[in-house]
């Protein structure tokens, strides 16, 4: 219930056309109108592309493939599924069509319409780390962002690193995806400008704890401009940067 | 040394007029001219205005003084120092003109010059809270944002966040600052549409274990959208926010 | 041996009936004449309908069935079985007839005859925090509660949960279940006036820590009138709400 | 802005006593007016009794007291100052006149008026639980609740706790403060038929970790009836049950 | 009330020298009755000398010497104070007359008259384990027990325990103090075949976070006879010992 | 090479019987005859009975069953299998005769010959945690001591403790295993003189820990008396007490 | 692009053998020039014989043998994969000729041809150690370096280690392998002279939690000379020592 | 007593010169003998110069003082005071003539005579690690090696870092300090072909938990080549490169 409703029924009230208990009736719902603007907010959120996302580890297939269906139905896209084995996906693809499968990320993507004019480069040392980040490499693409992986620049092989630097001066925002010590997104915010989203993974063993190592690094990292994400948030850590570009989006439109 | 360079100096050995042991001279500093963008960089860094700091836990009042005349003779600001004490402050004010004093963020700031055509709003729950969110708020400023200070907006009173929500879905980033549950940033992801920075205070007892609570309730934040700086980090997520900022300047001054 | 029968015994020894050692060979089990009470309180349990429960993790379909039988045969019921996979259940059901079968609960049910004055409702934020809030639905009607259950009111989407205010401030007691950042119950002890027992899961990845988040969240909750259970611990929750309304139930009573 | 009040808006715009934008100037902090049930929420926890607190841990004593004295002026009490030093209880109780210290408990404590019909008891192991002991029978008083206090009652001693079952087993709600090994809830939910409480406290040393020991021993009772609050939080548990209080009083008025 | 006491009643009863009521008024207490043994054995305990200790940790030198004074009226010693500072020992001992003040262990002791035909080997590497070390040296000795102490027998320099192998192997317990690593156990328990209690110190920094790692360490002793008790808990030490030998003094006298 | 030999090694040399160079030669793995008391006491370990084990978890059937059959080659046994499955019981039953095999203590057992004159009361609260008590159970029966087991005698039930008290207040050990809360030995230690040797054990889920929750009680017990192994070491806590029956057994035979 | 090879191009430069244009083609990749000493430093990493290893666990075995085969191509050895299972090992031994593979050590390597005149001995305690101990040796050998194996040295029998004593005294370096406690290195520290590299173990239970208990200590150790390397990381273990003996080699080349 | 004196021992035996029983008497502190070795170990050790440190951390500067000249009587130096305040320091240059005090690594250290011909780099990036850097630099100067020291070379510049390359590459061993997110050593172990001797350090706030950040970061090195030492213990880091060097020293020796 808006500004411009409100209005009417009070002018209806003035005008005797709606009595002061049947306006009450309309108000009653007080709760709901308190909330009107954040209703909204959800169905905009649809609009302006923000993945909805079907987590799938510990459903069945038919569960996900339920759960995206109505996503679907609901909304334009894009939809996303995230953690799919081979069953989710392929439940998935049975089930909606127009579905696109990525196996290393681990996802399945119903593509929806929008473009950002912005562009982010995904980052990452080991191939171990491949499937996290392709998940926030597929999520940015979904979310309409050009998107740039760079692999196999882990901080132990620093020229590699450093053979990028033109192209990840020159990009949006910085994901970096790095297990073990974790050490990536220190190095990268020394090097670049815009914010590096660090994503930790949970490759390793021994005293890496299940991803603790490098979360806690990069919480740690000596070199500010980096925020931190939930351990293997490949997903979380593009949504992240799918905000920033949709912020630019809207500051380049206000011009 | 750059392309350019380089081809000058091969110019000239073609043209005899450097010779190949001259020329193996200019590059025999190879690491060197490998890291010359990165050096370069540093320098870009003051000049765009991302604050050098000072953190002064841990070092006497003259330490302190001294690195940051050291920086501010550098540069030309801002200049920050955090984690300052009521003796840093005074210190680093005799020994440097034109510093500014913020008692509540535990901060001394000789601002620089750079504005930024950004809006980043600093929640926070509890006045314990403050002292992080003015560390926030006070470099933000610094670094040329316009920054909007909300208190006393803690989740266990969701009313006085809501009457918040126009002027929180207009800025450019959220800071959102909290300890105890730390449930602040998931409430305002979903309910804002930019990036929200999530900052855990150390500030609870017990079970809180100095800020492990809400920084673990933040980095599983059931609402995407949100990225977490260190413990009581409030100049981290600053910095975090004006890197937003200053891609967003690059980007409008582009068109 | 109750104070009845000491006092029956004491009479038949004052009356010569019982030799003073005859008496003393029936109070030679001191240690249980010492705990009479106790052990009436248990009995007392079982007609107040506090639910035994066998905790299926970790035994074979046939242990489970032959603990529940036992169970059934010396009590009226309600009797529990909680961590039931499908083998437990239908082993259990085959053993025992009467018992109600609860695929998301995981949980097998011989329905006691008690019914509490008592309204409680179950909230959970995601789909599949379900079985733990399931777990604790089921225990607290078979318990003899009126049960109201919420689901998806996850604090990332506030108006859900501000929907259903009018009823949350009406129930006895609120049993709040959810998982990763664990903010579900301090905003709803925000909201209402009776007590809010939460449930942290083991929902969520990385960070989560197996629950860990959720837990040191509610036990931090900035909003007091919250008190926690264990991880996933649904079955505790409804207990300890069985054990507030059993308090009303007596309290009503007197009067 | 309660629903009478809007009531009486829509007659005066009905009666043309109030123009239709004059009614939407009212309006216009329509957030606030979303937020109105839980506003009034929070001016009916005043009215019921549900005590305000000023935790004066990391404030100085003037700050402790000017927080105290706000509170005071705008709610009728009870209001509370919790972990509240000499130095605080002084200052606030030479701030506001009528208020009561509590040196064990480090409270000062302005009375509220309204009586409970419940009795808690409160029960701890050794004398050095008894601050967070006496921090929760303070605040259960204050809260109008009658209060019973048991000390010196471990577990290392049962006959100590036995001598006292008969109370045990009459009061409405049971307040477990226990450091160390903290079994003391676990044995009395074995025990009595209300909600136990529990209350780990940080007293002990080495593997004791701050009350982690207990906190975690809390959570695991082997009896079920056990809910926890944070480390040393005797306030938050007393609040706890002061919520039962309320709802048996509002049950109880309902007949 | 005991068995004795019981017949007597009982007797009285039959010949009708006491009322059948009369004797439910004394069984009235039955709780208490039913604790009759276990209160009888804290008499026991003091009888046969396990020593009662005040924690002087967290009192004041007037708490401490009260509670001191108090447990000495009561019983015959020996009486312990524990983590006594200078000013708690000067304080008990100005209270109660002939105790005895230990300063690196940080005791004051009223010795008892009991003496055990027991003898235990109190083994620590460094001179910081000290205090712990002499807190059970002082406590065994309270209890009657011969005690050895033998220092500097780290296990950096295996041959200074080698050397002490033959007394080693006659004592009837090793209690084994170290920090650090804590391997000094694992060592003993492969070398002796009493048993051997092992206590972990907080001594150490960093990764030795405040006696984790020794605890653990003993924990997981790869000899076995070893068993565990709380970091810095030299005084528990002394007490397992102490029960050991009261044993082995029962047995001794069965003969 | 033990004394008798050394001397009888000396006089052959005096008798001219063995050249010098020949007593050399035997010395000549003076390491071996430095560490000949050691060795020794190896040998004496398995004449006097301590049990030598082969933790079968991680171990293949033929593997366990070949270190088991090796070790029963060069003692006499008792010689145990730990952590056996039906598997590694039935593969060393194959390969050594006379193994008595064990499957709720999942162990198998080469019986030995000595006998203690000691009682160790093996105690647990719930069948759950009866594999980890039968493992105590089974290893201090096989080495020679007079083994009672109490089951069901968790600290939710007192009085089913309290009806055990005589035979507990009887025995020389008891061993306590316990999940969840731990409390047992806490509770156990206030009412029995003799060492309480606690054994934690994994069973419990959520803060449990994988047994943290009940080592951490374990090790802050209240009462002293306790001394704890790792979580699920039965055998170890077996050992323990075997440790001190063979203890008990040597001074009486000095008497 | 080492220095040789810029002369080389310079020359051909100066002497117009070469364009300016062509010169800069081959500068083109600036950033790998920049790198270049970086790059060589990988050649010559393998031709000094660092291993370059596959790290197997969570890959195919069809991934693991063609990065391996990729590797293998590229150099001339040893490259060795590591955590291989029996299918990784037999995949990489079909596709690589050459290949050794080795079960315990879970390893397959493709050996090279330097030799270091170095020897390390690697030490462990316990069976279940020696698969991370033979990861060590193997990669040792793999390294060039001369390779002695202890086993079943653990600090529970120390007559087994102290018989190894003039063997341990001589090595360049000592690799100590240890799971539970993991005092073996401490315990060697102060016999040896050389560096000893500890490696703990994932091997044990409870409150070995998955190997912190012996890194804690290994970090902890009281006899310094010890450094450590990830829990079961034997290969690491290994590269250091194996850098040691290079530097040996280098400078006893340099003589 | 060494393998000569046992000869001339027997050949007494053999001539009649001594007795069999007084052969066995000397004979009879076997455990002393088979420690023969080991004690002479000790001595060496004095003599080949790895230090002797009072660790002053806890103790009063009195007892720092009477152990270090308890240390420097007996032997020839170095002896080295660690973690030595002011006081401390004075006390022990007032007590041991010749002994020069260190400020920032809070050493005292009587020099020593023997000088390695080795060159150990010891490496940090902040100046907040300066006092653990410089307590490693000191401890291997006293040492006898030749030490440089390279400050403010951060992962967050790594110009700074490759600008001292050739240094790097050229020394023997490399200790890399570092707290925060601890990335050095991973960068400077992919940089350099020696042992990276790695110490974190507890600098830092909030995540990096006194040094279990770093810690963890430099455990999971994705570069192999890492050994780790305890969190601030910059002595034993350096005390490991020693060893290196003594071997180097010894091997050099040989030749």
Redesign the interface.
């Known amino acids: 219930m808006n500004?411009e409703r409100?209005?009417a029924l009070?002018?209806d009230?003035?005008a005797?056309r709606v009595?002061?208990s049947e306006?009450?009736e309309h108000?009653a719902q007080?709760?709901?109108?308190?909330?009107?603007?954040?209703?909204a907010?959800?169905h905009?959120?649809l609009r302006?592309g923000?993945?909805e996302?079907v987590?799938c580890?510990?459903k069945t297939p038919a569960q996900a493939a339920t759960?995206f269906a109505a996503l679907a139905e609901g909304g334009e896209g894009p939809i996303l599924a995230t953690r799919a084995e081979a069953a989710h996906r392929s439940a998935i693809a049975q089930t909606v069509p127009g579905v696109v499968l990525h196996e290393v990320a681990r996802m399945a993507v119903l593509p929806g319409t929008r473009r950002e004019?912005s562009h982010v480069c995904v980052v990452c040392?080991?191939?171990?780390d491949l499937p996290v980040a392709e998940e926030a490499a597929v999520t940015a693409e979904a979310l309409g962002m050009t998107v740039t992986r760079l692999r196999d620049v882990?901080?132990?092989?620093?020229?590699?690193l450093?053979?990028?630097?033109?192209l990840l001066?020159r990009v949006?925002?910085v994901v970096a995806v790095a297990?073990?010590?974790?050490?990536l997104p220190?190095?990268l915010?020394?090097?670049v400008?815009?914010?590096v989203?660090a994503v930790?993974t949970?490759?390793?063993?021994?005293?890496?704890?299940?991803?603790?190592?490098?979360?806690?690094?990069?919480?740690?990292?000596?070199?500010?401009?980096?925020?931190?994400?939930?351990?293997?948030?490949g997903?979380?850590?593009a949504?992240?940067s799918g905000?920033?570009a949709?912020?630019?989006q809207f500051?380049?439109a206000e011009?």
């Not at 709760?31 to 009107?36: D, E, H, L, T």
């Not at 450093?162 to 033109?166: D, G, I, R």
């Open positions: 500004a409100i209005a009070l002018s009230v003035a005797g009595s002061v306006a009450m108000l007080l709760p709901f109108v308190a909330g009107a603007e954040v209703i907010d959800t905009r959120h302006t923000e993945a996302a987590f580890a510990g759960a004019d040392a080991g191939t171990s882990g901080v132990a092989g620093l020229h590699r450093l053979a990028h630097l033109p001066r949006d925002c297990g073990m010590e974790g050490a220190s190095v915010a020394g090097l400008t815009c914010p989203i930790p949970s490759i390793g063993y021994g005293a890496a704890f299940g991803g603790l190592a490098p979360l806690l690094a990069m919480l740690n990292s000596c070199a500010p401009g980096v925020a931190v994400v939930n351990i293997d948030n997903f979380g850590a949504v992240v905000r920033l949709r912020r630019l500051r380049l011009r």
